[in-house]
């Protein structure tokens, strides 16, 4: 595969994206939902970070966040730096521009995503001519033919329709739209929902050859933890709006330091899996979210002190950060802090 791009000028030690302290939140008759509350996370040049958690955490809802894709109403505060530049500092004309050719978003259930009324070259050609005005037809059908040889689609499925292509070829359209602008930065939520696992190893494979290639910075949204220990360099755990534990696979997955990672965990199926484990309760509401750590109505080693207050973030053992009472810092936790809160107290349920 052939780089887009020669002779980046950007270092790989500097990030593509930054964000400190990312806020998101949809007003509703009930009060605020505070979807996204204070996540922070930053992507170098070429890497692949693995977001995990339940449904309901507000994976998708960062995503977007950071692409600016948000429904009408929706609110956001923090910062998103991407190369030194705040997206949530520029005005809507700013940020359309650079939507599509320095940031990108591949969609879960690309058909629900693709026209059924247009060609798959007049999406290329509308996505193209929209950013890049002033490229010729040839020059728009010579982009949009590389991008699809990229993904292994040939040149004679140019003029086929969306529901003439199978649901695997059908998100490498939507990975071959993403790349044809040939952004910096992809956001992928979700790109091998309801893919069988051959299919499912191909887009991987694809994403992969992204990073490598291209230089391409992802943020893999996904549920799927086997994803991430293959194709992804960090994992960042999201619980109830919020990041509570990140660093590398390897040493999150080989080490967690979080209740809540270590029972994601515990919770995946292998080879090996003699029985099914789960998570008792389910995530909060986020319009009143429990007091103190989050996740502490459903943690099996919730202390007082996770009841009451909430947790600081600390570096974790192996590199990257966590936050939980567990991991300290030991000299914030109030006396009888430690002792352990009995399930009748925080009122879980034993079964799901």
Request: with cysteine.
């Amino acid at each position: 595969m052939t780089p887009a791009i020669e002779g980046s000028p950007f270092d790989r030690s500097t990030p593509v994206i930054d964000v400190t302290d990312l806020r998101v939140w949809y007003g509703t008759t009930r009060g605020a939902i505070q979807a996204v509350d204070g996540v922070s996370l930053r992507l170098s040049p070429g890497e692949t970070l693995g977001l995990v958690g339940e449904s309901g955490c507000g994976k998708s809802t960062l995503g977007r966040g950071l692409m600016g894709l948000l429904p009408a109403g929706a609110k956001r505060d923090g910062q998103v730096l991407f190369r030194g530049r705040d997206i949530l500092r520029m005005s809507e004309r700013e940020a359309y521009g650079l939507r599509g050719t320095s940031v990108g978003m591949i969609f879960q259930e690309p058909l629900t995503r693709l026209n059924p009324l247009m060609r798959i070259s007049e999406h290329f050609q509308e996505t193209i001519a929209q950013h890049e005005p002033d490229l010729s037809k040839s020059e728009i059908r010579e982009r949009a033919l590389e991008a699809l040889r990229l993904m292994g689609i040939p040149p004679t499925r140019y003029r086929s329709y969306p529901h003439e292509f199978s649901g695997g070829m059908r998100q490498r359209l939507m990975i071959a739209l993403a790349l044809v602008l040939r952004p910096a930065f992809i956001v992928a939520d979700e790109p091998t929902t309801a893919l069988d696992v051959l299919v499912e190893a191909q887009i991987i494979g694809i994403l992969n050859d992204l990073r490598r290639n291209f230089d391409t910075a992802l943020l893999l949204i996904t549920h799927n933890l086997g994803i991430v220990a293959e194709a992804c360099d960090r994992v960042a755990v999201m619980y109830a709006g919020q990041i509570v534990e990140q660093g590398s696979v390897t040493s999150v997955f080989g080490k967690p330091q979080h209740p809540y990672t270590r029972e994601l965990l515990r919770s995946t199926i292998s080879l090996s899996t003699t029985g099914l484990n789960y998570i008792p309760g389910s995530p909060p509401d986020l319009i009143d979210p429990p007091p103190g750590c989050r996740f502490h109505p459903r943690c099996p080693d919730a202390m007082r002190v996770c009841a009451g207050h909430d947790p600081v973030q600390t570096v974790r053992q192996g590199g990257g950060s966590v936050e939980c009472w567990l991991s300290g810092p030991d000299e914030l936790i109030p006396p009888g802090g430690t002792e352990r809160l009995e399930r009748e107290e925080i009122g879980v349920a034993d079964e799901a």
